[in-house]
C-alpha cells in the first residue's frame, strides 16, 4: 500500500508543538479533548478521529471529530474481533491499511468509506482507559512518525480523562455517601447523640457509613462500617451492605446473626470486597448493649465518674473475606451518665504511628462529664486538628441520661 510522504522536520516539529501547546492546559478536560482531536486531525490529514472509552468489555465512543461526528457518540463495539479491541489487547499503537467488515466493526466508520486507520492505546497512571485512532478516506497508510506523534495526542487525552472520571467519580461517590447518611440525628428517649463525618483528602473518599435506626421491638441500633478501598466502587458496596444490614436486622435479634448474614451476602455478591462492621442493639431500658465486631475497632467507653477506656470486646473477621465459624456478640453494661464513642479507623490511624497510640489519644479526648456535641468537636480538633485526614472519619458518641 502506498504511504504518504513524510514531512521535512520543520513540518513535524510544527504539528508536535500543536499538539503539545502548553496554552491548552488552561481548557477543560472536555474543551481540550476535542481541541487535541481537532488539531491532530490537521497534523495527520486524516479525515475521522475519535476516543472510545473501555467500559467491561466494550469501547464506547464518547468523543469524535471529523466525518459524521454527530452520529458516532454512544456507539459501543466489542474488544473481541474489533480493530480497537487489538490496540486494547497489543496495548501500542496499530496501524490498519485495508479497512473492511472483517477488521472494523464500527458502521460509521464502514458507511463513510475510511480505508486506513491507526490507532493508539489511552493509558494515565497504568490503567488502560480506551483507544484514540484516526482515519482516512485515501488509501494512504500511516508512518511510524504519525504513530508518535498521535501517541502524544493520546497521552494528553488519556490524562485529561482520567482527571474528569475522577471528578466524576468522587461527586457520585460524596452524592451517594450523603444520600445514605443519616440527614439528622433521631431522638431516641434516654439518650443525647451527636456525630461527624468527614470525608478523606483528595481521591480518598471511600466506604465509611455509620447508621442509626429504631428496630420495630423499640431497640435502638448502631451500625458503623468501613468497606476497603476509595472512590465511587468503595462507597457503592457501602450503600448495598447498608441496605442488607438494615434488612437482616429486621429479622434476627442477636447482632452477631446479622453479621453472620451479612457475611455470606458480601462473600456471594460482593466478591473481591471487604469490609468491617460494629453492629450494636440497646436494650429498650438503655442499661445494657449487644455488640458483634466484624473487624471493627470496639467501642470508647467513659464513666460516670472514670476515665475512657477501650472495650474490651472480641473481634471477628471482616466481612466478605472469610466465613467465620461462629461470631460473637458480647454485652456491655450501661450506667446511667455512660458517654460510648463509636468510630471509624480513619480517626486513629496515622501513617508512622501506632494504632494503640491513636487509640490512647482518643481516651484522653472522651470526656465523660462534657455533652456529647462538645465531646464530637473536642476528639476531631484534638484527632484531626486543621489537616484533612488521609481516610474518611466517622464518629458516633452518645450519652445516655441520668435516671
Same mark, same amino acid.
Given at each position: 500500500? $502506498?504511504?504518504?510522504?513524510?514531512?521535512?522536520?520543520?513540518?513535524?516539529?510544527?504539528?508536535?508543538?500543536?499538539?503539545?501547546?502548553?496554552?491548552?492546559?488552561?481548557? /477543560?478536560?472536555?474543551?481540550?479533548?476535542?481541541?487535541?482531536?481537532?488539531? !491532530?486531525?490537521?497534523?495527520? @490529514?486524516?479525515?475521522?478521529?475519535?476516543?472510545?472509552?473501555?467500559?467491561?468489555?466494550?469501547?464506547?465512543?464518547? +468523543? #469524535?471529530?471529523?466525518?459524521?461526528?454527530?452520529?458516532?457518540?454512544?456507539?459501543?463495539? $466489542?474488544?473481541?474481533? @474489533?480493530?480497537?479491541?487489538?490496540?486494547?489487547?497489543?496495548?501500542?499503537?496499530?496501524?490498519?491499511?485495508?479497512? @473492511?467488515?472483517? +477488521?472494523?466493526?464500527?458502521?460509521?466508520?464502514?458507511? #463513510?468509506?475510511?480505508?486506513?486507520?491507526?490507532?493508539? *492505546?489511552?493509558?494515565?497512571?497504568?490503567?488502560?482507559?480506551?483507544? %484514540?485512532?484516526? /482515519?482516512?478516506?485515501?488509501?494512504?497508510?500511516?508512518?511510524?512518525?504519525?504513530?508518535?506523534? %498521535?501517541?502524544?495526542?493520546?497521552?494528553?487525552?488519556?490524562?485529561?480523562?482520567? +482527571?474528569?472520571?475522577?471528578?466524576?467519580?468522587?461527586?457520585?461517590?460524596?452524592?451517594?455517601?450523603?444520600?445514605?447518611?443519616?440527614?439528622?440525628?433521631?431522638? !431516641? *428517649?434516654?439518650? =443525647?447523640?451527636?456525630?461527624?463525618? !468527614?470525608?478523606?483528602?483528595?481521591?480518598?473518599?471511600?466506604?465509611?457509613?455509620?447508621?442509626?435506626? +429504631?428496630?420495630?421491638?423499640?431497640?435502638?441500633?448502631? !451500625?458503623?462500617?468501613?468497606?476497603?478501598?476509595? /472512590?465511587?466502587? #468503595?462507597?457503592?458496596?457501602?450503600?448495598?451492605? =447498608?441496605?442488607?444490614?438494615?434488612?437482616?436486622?429486621?429479622?434476627?435479634?442477636? *447482632?452477631?446473626?446479622?453479621?453472620?448474614?451479612?457475611?455470606?451476602?458480601? =462473600?456471594? &455478591?460482593?466478591?473481591? @470486597?471487604?469490609?468491617?462492621?460494629?453492629? #450494636?442493639?440497646?436494650?429498650?431500658?438503655?442499661?445494657?448493649?449487644?455488640?458483634?465486631?466484624?473487624?471493627?475497632?470496639?467501642?470508647?467507653?467513659?464513666?460516670?465518674?472514670?476515665?475512657?477506656?477501650?472495650?474490651?470486646?472480641?473481634?471477628? $473477621?471482616?466481612?466478605?473475606?472469610?466465613?467465620?465459624?461462629? =461470631?460473637?456478640?458480647?454485652?456491655?453494661?450501661?450506667?446511667?451518665?455512660?458517654?460510648?464513642? &463509636?468510630?471509624?479507623?480513619?480517626?486513629?490511624?496515622?501513617?508512622?504511628?501506632?494504632?494503640?497510640?491513636?487509640?490512647?489519644?482518643?481516651?484522653?479526648?472522651?470526656?465523660?462529664?462534657?455533652?456529647?456535641?462538645?465531646?464530637?468537636?473536642?476528639?476531631?480538633?484534638?484527632?484531626?486538628?486543621?489537616?484533612?485526614?488521609?481516610?474518611?472519619?466517622?464518629?458516633?458518641?452518645?450519652?445516655?441520661?441520668? /435516671?
Amino acid at each position: 500500500m $502506498p504511504a504518504q510522504s513524510s514531512p521535512g522536520a520543520a513540518d513535524r516539529l510544527r504539528q508536535i508543538e500543536s499538539v503539545t501547546d502548553p496554552s491548552l492546559a488552561r481548557l /477543560g478536560p472536555t474543551e481540550l479533548i476535542n481541541e487535541l482531536l481537532a488539531r !491532530v486531525l490537521e497534523a495527520l @490529514s486524516a479525515d475521522t478521529a475519535a476516543v472510545l472509552l473501555l467500559e467491561d468489555d466494550e469501547l464506547v465512543v464518547t +468523543t #469524535a471529530r471529523g466525518l459524521q461526528e454527530e452520529r458516532r457518540a454512544g456507539i459501543g463495539v $466489542p474488544t473481541a474481533g @474489533s480493530f480497537a479491541g487489538q490496540v486494547v489487547a497489543a496495548r501500542r499503537p496499530l496501524a490498519l491499511d485495508d479497512v @473492511s467488515p472483517a +477488521t472494523v466493526l464500527d458502521p460509521v466508520l464502514l458507511s #463513510a468509506g475510511i480505508r486506513t486507520l491507526l490507532g493508539v *492505546p489511552l493509558v494515565a497512571a497504568d490503567r488502560l482507559l480506551g483507544v %484514540l485512532h484516526v /482515519g482516512r478516506l485515501a488509501q494512504v497508510g500511516f508512518t511510524d512518525e504519525d504513530a508518535d506523534l %498521535l501517541q502524544m495526542v493520546a497521552d494528553r487525552v488519556a490524562l485529561a480523562m482520567q +482527571t474528569e472520571l475522577s471528578r466524576e467519580d468522587r461527586s457520585a461517590a460524596q452524592m451517594l455517601q450523603r444520600s445514605l447518611m443519616p440527614a439528622r440525628l433521631p431522638e !431516641v *428517649p434516654g439518650l =443525647r447523640l451527636a456525630a461527624r463525618y !468527614v470525608p478523606g483528602e483528595g481521591e480518598n473518599i471511600g466506604g465509611d457509613w455509620y447508621d442509626l435506626f +429504631t428496630l420495630p421491638s423499640g431497640r435502638f441500633c448502631v !451500625v458503623m462500617g468501613d468497606v476497603a478501598g476509595h /472512590g465511587l466502587a #468503595a462507597a457503592v458496596v457501602m450503600g448495598r451492605l =447498608r441496605s442488607a444490614l438494615r434488612a437482616y436486622a429486621l429479622e434476627y435479634e442477636d *447482632p452477631a446473626e446479622v453479621l453472620q448474614r451479612l457475611d455470606a451476602k458480601a =462473600r456471594h &455478591f460482593e466478591a473481591g @470486597s471487604m469490609a468491617t462492621v460494629l453492629y #450494636a442493639v440497646f436494650d429498650t431500658d438503655l442499661r445494657r448493649v449487644r455488640i458483634s465486631l466484624a473487624g471493627h475497632l470496639p467501642p470508647v467507653v467513659a464513666g460516670p465518674g472514670q476515665p475512657a477506656r477501650v472495650a474490651d470486646l472480641p473481634v471477628d $473477621p471482616p466481612v466478605g473475606v472469610l466465613a467465620a465459624a461462629r =461470631r460473637r456478640t458480647s454485652t456491655v453494661e450501661l450506667p446511667a451518665r455512660v458517654m460510648v464513642a &463509636f468510630y471509624t479507623d480513619g480517626l486513629v490511624e496515622r501513617r508512622g504511628v501506632s494504632i494503640d497510640a491513636g487509640m490512647d489519644a482518643l481516651c484522653r479526648a472522651v470526656v465523660d462529664d462534657a455533652d456529647p456535641e462538645e465531646v464530637c468537636a473536642a476528639v476531631m480538633a484534638s484527632m484531626l486538628g486543621r489537616t484533612a485526614p488521609a481516610d474518611d472519619v466517622a464518629l458516633l458518641i452518645l450519652r445516655r441520661r441520668a /435516671g
